[in-house]
């Protein structure tokens, strides 16, 4: 894995064959998603998908409306989901 400012463990599968899925922000702003796979013999890959970082407000946004879509409980599942991993959120509601 590269220097980076900020990585997270997604998927890990151990066995003959072993698969490990990281996402990373780079030192460059670069949204990186990468599958290191390994298996028996030579078999070893790396594959990574990766969003320039002036896209990544964008896809923020297609990301929550992917998981929170068509759910009116969104705003408090989203806050709730952002405090669980440690991410204050600002929270104002009237009256």
Known sequence: MSTNM???EIARREGE??????AEI?????????RN????????TEV?????????????LYLLEQVYG???GAVE???????SKGIDVA?????
């Not at 796979?37 to 070893?44: I, K």
């Not at 929270?91 to 009256?95: A, L």
Request: glycine share 8%; hydrophobic share 45%.
């Open 37 to 44: 796979s390994f298996g028996p013999g030579d078999w070893e």
């Open 77 to 83: 599942a989203f806050a709730a989901f952002a405090r």
């Open 70 to 72: 068509g759910d009116t």
């Open 48 to 60: 990574t998908a990766a969003v320039a970082r002036e896209d990544k407000d964008r896809l923020l």
């Open 26 to 34: 780079e030192e460059d702003g670069r949204l990186q998603m990468i």
């Open 91 to 95: 929270w104002f509601r009237w009256p």
């Open 6 to 8: 900020l990585s997270i």
């Open 17 to 22: 064959a072993s698969d490990a899925i990281h």
